[in-house]
């Protein structure tokens, strides 16, 4: 391309090319199809779903092999947890006797002294 051919490229001509013109297009093109647009979009998101829907339920990727080690696994998990549940009533009860234990009066300062 020589200069002249760059030249006309970038140039537009006047009224050719108006911002106002266009966004004024826009809006009638969108303000005609809008319903078609959110029917379209509707459908497709609807068509994701059962299509995620039906992977999910009917295409199952795990195996006998890798069901019966996630279900050891959870198994495992939950004896750990039962554990740990032991050790937090043990905790409970040791700082309920604490609690119950008898302490000497505190001495009470906002009363007045006795003369």
Request: with cysteine; glycine share 2%; aromatic share 16%.
């Amino acid at each position: 391309m020589n200069k002249s051919e760059m030249d006309n490229l970038f140039k537009f001509k006047k009224g050719k090319l108006s911002l106002k013109k266009t966004a004024i297009k826009i809006f009638q093109f969108w303000a005609k199809r809008r319903e078609i647009f959110f029917i379209v979009v509707s459908l497709m998101v609807f068509g994701l779903g059962l299509y995620f829907s039906y992977i999910s339920l009917y295409k199952n990727p795990w195996n006998e092999e890798k069901k019966s080690q996630y279900i050891s696994s959870q198994r495992q998990e939950i004896s750990f947890q039962e554990e740990k549940f032991k050790q937090v009533i043990e905790e409970i009860n040791r700082k309920k006797e604490t609690c119950q234990k008898d302490f000497p009066p505190v001495k009470d300062i906002f009363k007045p002294l006795e003369k």
